[in-house]
């Protein structure tokens, strides 16, 4: 089956400093990943969607300049959270789906990222 | 509005017991697709079934059924024989339409089964 690998799975940083997680599918090319945020016992809110070759596309109340995304290849993206805070800890966890429009497909995940900023 | 609605929090249940996840949805789409993951403490997300609005028939996998009222607009999860291992949270999504689109994800039910 479909894999995505998210790297690293956990992280502790200190303020101030920027973070950055790899998403790779494994697998399968993915022209469009996407990045969810889920802070503690809540549900997963879209942060951005990444699309291969250009700009990604960031949800209401997310700020592009804090959390970059690359898309530089078919099987990697990649979510820079520059000059972190503390309220920036959360659990990143980016997705992707094999084959473009099938809409039957489900979204796979990686593992995630625990993000902790001291 | 939301689009995605769980109402139950917490629910437990009788190890071998079966058992039902509410989930509601809300779209103006005639082409969407009812997704149910599983995510354990680890945080990984487990994709267990799918329902298309198209799908006539109620959706199953292995001891996952997915009890699909499209006049209701629900997609309840339904859990045969529960196991110990089924104890996780549980969140119900929704895809609209049928490009490469995201997932909206409801906030989640925590099942926890008991011995």
């Known amino acids: 089956g479909a894999v995505v690998s998210q790297h690293p799975s956990r992280v502790i940083c200190k303020s101030g400093t920027s973070v950055k997680i790899e998403c790779r599918s494994l697998?399968?090319?993915?022209?469009?990943m996407f990045w969810y945020r889920q802070f503690p016992k809540q549900s997963l809110m879209l942060m951005a969607t990444s699309n291969e070759g250009s700009k990604a596309t960031y949800e209401q109340g997310v700020e592009k300049d804090k959390f970059l995304i690359n898309h530089a290849s078919l099987t990697l993206s990649t979510l820079t959270v520059t000059s972190a805070h503390p309220e920036d800890s959360s659990f990143y966890i980016c997705?992707?789906?094999?084959?473009?429009?099938?809409?039957?497909?489900?979204?796979?995940f990686g593992n995630g990222t625990r993000l902790t900023v001291t | 509005a939301q689009k995605i609605t769980q109402t139950q929090p917490g629910m437990f249940v009788q190890e071998k017991e079966a058992v039902t996840l509410d989930c509601t949805y809300d779209?103006?789409?005639?082409?969407?697709?009812l997704f149910w993951y599983k995510q354990p403490s680890s945080g990984e997300m487990i994709f267990l079934i799918y329902?298309?609005?198209?799908?006539?028939q109620n959706a199953t996998e292995g001891r996952y059924s997915l009890n699909f009222q499209k006049a209701r607009k629900s997609a309840n999860l339904v859990i045969s024989a529960s196991q110990l291992g089924d104890s996780a949270m549980y969140f119900c999504a929704m895809r609209e339409g049928t490009g490469n689109t995201p997932l909206v994800f409801g906030k989640g039910t925590r099942l926890s089964v008991i011995a």
């Open positions: 697998d399968f090319q993915a022209t469009t």
């Open positions: 329902q298309g609005s198209y799908d006539e």
């Open positions: 997705s992707a789906r094999e084959g473009t429009f099938s809409y039957n497909s489900p979204l796979h």
């Open positions: 779209t103006s789409d005639q082409s969407y697709g």
